[in-house]
């Protein structure tokens, strides 16, 4: 699949921030004016990134804070088998650890299941992979990877 095959509304996470800067340097290669452009023109409020993101105080090498690059990167999904391979003596302490690092057990069935705007990225999966490693086990199974577009980092 190509990028442009993701860049549709329905792919963006609600309530993702619209910009709609014209002057702004990066704005052909940020997510958040792809946004603003795929906007219908029915749609009158919404959240926003605000003029002054271009002010020099709030520039970081010499873009502003919120540019979102649009990149596909190799995403996991599919947890029914994660935790097949460790002893019942770790099962508790590991899941436990697990689960605090994605902020909850609900979080952990949402990054599972790949749910909007939930995906589990291969940054997430080295993290996870280490957790693993620090109770002697290799890293977890997943049931597919796929191609997607990140939204928060």
Request: a neutral charge; glycine letters at 4%; hydrophobic letters at 35%.
């Amino acid at each position: 699949m190509d990028i442009k095959d993701f860049l549709i509304l329905d792919t963006f996470p609600k309530r993702y921030e619209a910009c709609f800067l014209e002057n702004c340097a990066v704005k052909e290669d940020c997510l958040h004016h792809l946004y603003f452009k795929l906007q219908p023109a029915s749609n009158t409020w919404g959240d926003a990134i605000f003029p002054s993101a271009l002010m020099p105080e709030n520039l970081i090498n010499g873009r502003c804070r919120m540019f979102h690059a649009k990149r596909l990167v190799t995403c996991y999904a599919g947890f029914t088998h994660f935790f097949d391979e460790v002893r019942r003596k770790d099962l508790p302490s590991l899941r436990s650890e697990v689960y605090s690092y994605f902020r909850g057990r609900s979080n952990f069935y949402r990054y599972g299941n790949a749910e909007r705007g939930y995906l589990y990225t291969q940054s997430m999966a080295d993290d996870v992979k280490a957790l693993f490693m620090e109770y002697g086990y290799n890293e977890p199974k997943y049931e597919r990877t796929f191609k997607s577009i990140v939204f928060y980092e």
